[in-house]
């Protein structure tokens, strides 16, 4: 297989969600674990993206595995641009896209921290445009009983997930088996405008990623975070000021210097959304393929 073989009638699947929710679970019984992995000219940005390819009844299915916004290894920040960059690059190839899936664990009992902030994200991503080729997929329903599962499904879609459903999305059980991966893959979703919120704002509208709706949102969720860690240094940096062992005012003073710059980190991140986002890719690009910007993909 041609190292650069996504074509333009392929079906590109994205899936999405929290890390832990069983993305590259779903995938591979989706493949039955024969997919093909493909590499892309995005690589050295899209570090945390994998492409799986197919046929799958006939038709040729292309899997993009993203990161989860709570990745143990990347910033939410570099996450959102290697996913708008994948979309970018996707949308000026004239690709297709087939459908969106976000998954979530129905054996989370609340709906707050990671996977709030995820959904968020998410929500902000895709727009309403978007919602109609979107499918919430519940997972890890061999860790609950049904009758909980159900009642917390129940509860999402009447609170976090009903704007969503009322813009066009459906949702689906994954019951961790391949019948049942083949089954979400073949439903038919309300077709939406084979694009995504985010990438109108950065292609047709020329906006920084920092002006985007899910840049936004991200900006807004980093300024949240800052603010709680620079309370824990505060709190940190008092602690220390009243011990009196040596070693344990040394280590009081080393957490809240990580801390630091862990904030210094943040703000440098914030920076950078400030950036022309096309412009950013396009440059890259430039560099080793001249004035013309590289085509990710086979046509």
């Known amino acids: 297989m041609d190292r650069y073989e996504i074509t333009r009638s392929d079906k590109i699947i994205i899936v999405m969600g929290p890390t ?13 674990g024969e997919g093909e992995s493909i590499g892309h000219g995005l690589k ?57 899936l ?38 890890m329903w061999s860790l609950v009983p049904e009758t909980v599962g159900k009642e917390r499904e129940k509860q999402l879609r009447e609170t976090f997930w009903r704007r969503l459903e009322e813009g066009g999305c459906e949702i689906a059980r994954f019951y961790d088996n391949v019948d049942s991966a083949r089954q979400i893959i073949s439903l038919s ?8 919120l985010l990438t109108q704002e950065l292609v047709e509208e020329g906006r920084k990623l920092n002006a985007t709706e899910a840049g936004i949102m991200l900006n807004k969720q980093l300024e949240n975070h800052i603010k709680d860690q620079k309370e824990s240094s505060r709190k940190l940096k008092r602690l220390s000021q009243q011990q009196r062992n040596p070693a344990a005012k040394e280590q ?14 943040k ?16 440059r890259r690009f430039s560099k080793s393929v001249g004035s013309k910007l590289l085509s990710v993909f086979a046509i």
């Open 20 to 32: 832990g929710a069983g993305k590259s679970t779903f995938i591979n019984y989706a493949v039955e």
């Open 44 to 100: 050295s940005y899209t570090q945390g993206i994998i492409i799986r390819k197919k046929v799958i009844k006939g038709e040729s299915i292309v899997f993009i595995d993203t990161p989860g916004f709570n990745d143990t290894e990347k910033s939410d920040y570099d996450i959102l641009s290697e996913i708008a960059t994948f979309l970018v690059q996707a949308h000026e190839n004239q690709f297709r896209l087939e459908k969106i």
């Open 102 to 139: 976000y998954l979530h664990r129905v054996s989370d009992n609340r709906m707050a921290g990671s996977p709030l902030r995820n959904l968020e994200l998410f929500a902000s991503l895709c727009g309403n445009v978007a919602l109609p080729s979107v499918i919430i997929v519940t997972t």
């Open 189 to 196: 979703p309300k077709r939406g405008q084979d694009t995504t």
């Open 252 to 265: 009081l003073v080393s957490e809240a210097n990580a801390i630091e710059e862990s904030i210094a980190q």
């Open 267 to 282: 703000v440098l991140k914030l920076r950078k959304m400030r950036l022309p986002f096309l412009d950013t890719i396009r």
